[in-house]
């Protein structure tokens, strides 16, 4: 058989395939991705509400960077369990409930009165979430091959950036426009109205997701049979991991942790701070600081998803890494020299922006290159709940230096050798496992 007629027969079934995966894209990413728009802009609007509440109740810089951060304490404790019973129950169910949990607790953030209040709600707020973003990453494993992957978790974490950019000028003019309404302040208003959406969205879940390939009715048999023939294919070359305390005793686990410790140190120093960075330049108004907090997100959203179809075409991880973290240390590094600039600093903080939630779509290509078995699910949740620690000490780093040194300067050259360390751990995989 000649080369043309085999390129001929081939080249229906990838065109086949692909129009398959289209269809499972459209049909479940942006569902998802609505989904995290929400979580992470319940998880982050405290930023937004620190430039009112922290004078309204007395908080200093490291008694709000504490609570921030404490978040991950009540996530780190219940993300494993959490991963563990999507994987049992059905993601369904479990995200539906995970959605249906967070929304009650940050609502309740309007009733903070104290110091005690806040670090209380924020542990539970943590603990509620637990499991939503490995558990989607899982869930994606279910649907999507490895090389395929990167672009549609790059598309799920686009989440993040679109948070910032309408989330950030939506906190800041409902706390302009509703101050005062009805007795309360804007920052409690903000709580309660975007913390509606979860509840809608998490009951909607139970009537939209499918738990799987084989429970899709939108998919027909054959279209079935050509997703599960390339997830099998995929997964051939994984070391399953029959039990969950495998995940632990894995080495390159450990070494996944501090590669997404190092990232995620970058991330949340933007997310719980960009409007204090914002408003340091001399900014003033909350809506004025919402809009200009969003030109980073904009750059981040580009950025992510250029690298990500990036990583997916060439079939390369370690660089497509390297190259976004450096970006962040750079653009860190600037933003701490042109501090008093809000032109100069915001640029830098959209440099910085662009590859630090760059990092973090295309970290879980490495992750998922060698994770199989009933352990991925424990392996990823330790991986996200490890990483995600830096989600306490970053903004309580921040908090506690701002306040020693009454500049944000030193923090961010913190999270710049953050970022270089992570690079540098990102180097040390092989590129013959993870390249694929």
Known sequence: MSLSATTDEAAPDLARE??????????????????????????????????????????????????????????????????LMLQRIGART?????????????????????ETTFYVLRFLLGAAEAGFYPGVILYCTYWFPSHRRARVI????????????????????????????????????????????ALIIGVATLFYLDNGVRDAKWLSDEEKGIVERAIAED?????????????????????????????????????????????????????????LSAVPFLAALVAMNVFGRSADKLRERRWHLVIPSLMGAVGFSLAASWSG??????????????????????????PTAFLGGTAAAAGLAVINSVGNLAG??????????????????????????????GAGAVLTTKKQIVNR
């Open 18 to 83: 692909n129009a398959v995966f289209r269809k499972v894209v459209r049909r479940i990413v942006p569902f998802l991705i609505l989904c995290y728009v929400f979580s992470y802009l319940d998880r982050v609007n405290v930023g937004f509400a620190k430039l009112q509440m922290s004078d309204d109740l007395g908080f200093s810089e490291a008694a709000y960077g504490l609570g921030a951060g404490l978040f991950f304490i009540g996530y780190f404790l219940f993300e494993v369990p959490s991963n």
């Open 94 to 114: 479990w995200i539906a409930r995970i959605m249906i949990t967070w929304g009650v607790v940050s609502a309740s953030f309007m009733f903070v009165n104290s």
């Open 154 to 197: 790059a598309l799920f974490m686009s989440a993040i950036p679109v948070a910032g950019i309408f989330g950030n000028p939506l906190s800041g003019w409902i706390m302009d426009r509703f101050q005062g309404v009805n007795g309360w302040q804007g920052w409690q208003w903000m709580f309660l109205l975007e913390a509606i959406p």
């Open 235 to 291: 997964t051939a070359h994984q070391t399953v991991h029959g039990k969950v305390w495998d995940a632990f005793r894995e080495p390159k686990v450990w070494l996944m942790c501090l590669i997404y410790f190092c990232f995620v140190m970058g991330q949340y120093a933007l997310t719980f701070w960009m409007p204090t960075f914002v408003q340091s330049t001399g900014i003033e108004g909350g809506l004025t600081i919402g809009v």
């Open 341 to 366: 600039s809000t032109a100069l600093s915001l640029a830098a903080l959209s440099f910085a922006a662009a590859g630090v939630l760059t990092c973090a779509p295309l970290f879980w290509s490495l």
């Open 392 to 421: 306490f000490v970053s903004p309580y780093m921040i908090g506690a230096l701002k306040d020693a040194t009454g500049s944000t300067e030193l923090p961010m050259y913190v999270l710049a050798l953050s970022l270089v360390v």
